[in-house]
C-alpha cells in the first residue's frame, strides 16, 4: 500500500512539474515573470555573497557575539530551572509533612471522638494559669 501510494506521489509530482513547465513555456508573461524572478534572486544572492566576503570578519564578531548571548542567557535559564526543581522538592517534602501532621491529628481527634461517645475518661493536659505564667517567667 506504501508504495502505490509513493509512486502516486511521484507520479502526480512529475505530472505537474510537466504542466507548470507547459504552462511557463506557453505563456509569455508567466515565462517573464520566472525569469524577472530569478534573475532578481540571483542578483540578491550575489550582493548578499559579496557584502558577507568583504565583511567577513565583523560578521564573524557578530555571529561569535550573538552565540555568546545566546549561550549566556540558556546558562541562566538552566540554572534557574536548576533552582526551581530544588525549589519543588523542597515544597514536595514540605506537603509530606503538613499531610502526615494533618493526619496525626485527624488520627487524634477521631480517638477522642470515640472515647467521649464512649463516655471514658479523657486525660486532658491543664494550662497555667495566669499567675503561674507570670510566676514562671520571672
Do not use: C
Not at 508573461?29 to 534572486?41: E, H, I, L, W, Y
Not at 479523657?122 to 495566669?130: Q, S
Amino acid at each position: 500500500m506504501e508504495n502505490q501510494t509513493k509512486k502516486w506521489a511521484i507520479g502526480g509530482s512529475i505530472v505537474g512539474v510537466l504542466a507548470g513547465t507547459i504552462y511557463i513555456a506557453s505563456n509569455n508573461k508567466a515565462r517573464t515573470g520566472v525569469v524577472d524572478f530569478v534573475s532578481s534572486t540571483t542578483n540578491q544572492t550575489k550582493h548578499w555573497v559579496k557584502v558577507i566576503n568583504e565583511n567577513r570578519d565583523t560578521v564573524v564578531d557578530q555571529i561569535r557575539s550573538s552565540g555568546e548571548k545566546i549561550s549566556a542567557i540558556v546558562e541562566s535559564a538552566s540554572d534557574d530551572i536548576e533552582k526551581l526543581m530544588e525549589s519543588s522538592q523542597n515544597m514536595k517534602a514540605h506537603v509530606f509533612d503538613l499531610l502526615e501532621a494533618v493526619q496525626d491529628s485527624t488520627n487524634e481527634l477521631k480517638d477522642l471522638k470515640n472515647k467521649l461517645q464512649q463516655g471514658e475518661a479523657v486525660e486532658t493536659e491543664a494550662l497555667p494559669t495566669p499567675d503561674e505564667e507570670l510566676r514562671r517567667i520571672e
